[in-house]
């Protein structure tokens, strides 16, 4: 097993291990007010916000170059309103992920990038019952476009992660 461990250049402190993935709690859409609003809810896999916008929590993986294993965002997506019923109905149905893919925005803010992470076009993949769907960027020459097609290195996994621990 490779020791990533590391000595931070944000605090100067050795930290352990380097986590390999990151994940929002929710769509950057959320507010705190829209709890307790019947046509809003927010849940471990699914949101929907004054019964119009709907997400679910998705998976964007990034090759890592020089280790093994890759590298995971945690994401939420944007479907539409006809695209979530369809994935709410197959939610619990083996073979789901025959699906074809779903077109939806990235939903989630990604702080590491020169550039807002905000509606990026995206196809979303359902997986086996049980896996978060996951997410495939429009290859565009935006940063995180490029890093998914491209992948990343262990060093670059270790200045996301400074980045993310000492804003």
């Known amino acids: 097993m490779i020791d990533h461990g590391f000595v931070c250049r944000g605090c100067g402190q050795r930290h352990d291990g380097l986590a390999f993935s990151y994940g929002a709690s929710a769509p950057a859409y959320w507010r705190d007010e829209f709890d307790g609003d019947e046509r809003s809810v927010l849940e471990d896999e699914t949101c929907v916000i004054d019964a119009r916008h709907y997400f679910v929590r998705a998976r964007l993986v990034i090759p890592v170059l020089d280790a093994d294993q890759d590298f995971d965002w945690g994401v939420w997506v944007s479907l539409s309103r006809d695209n979530f019923s369809r994935t709410m109905d197959l939610w619990t149905t083996p073979g789901r992920e025959q699906e074809p893919a779903y077109f939806g925005w990235l939903s989630t803010e990604l702080p590491v990038y020169p550039v807002q992470t905000l509606n990026l076009k995206t196809e979303v993949h359902?997986?086996?019952?049980?896996?978060?769907?996951?997410?495939?960027?429009?290859?565009?020459?935006?940063?995180?476009?490029?890093?998914?097609?491209?992948?990343?290195?262990?060093a670059r996994v270790q200045e996301m992660a400074e980045l993310l621990l000492h804003p």
């Open 126 to 154: 359902t997986e086996p019952v049980g896996t978060r769907p996951h997410v495939v960027l429009e290859p565009t020459d935006h940063p995180l476009a490029v890093e998914q097609r491209t992948g990343i290195t262990v």
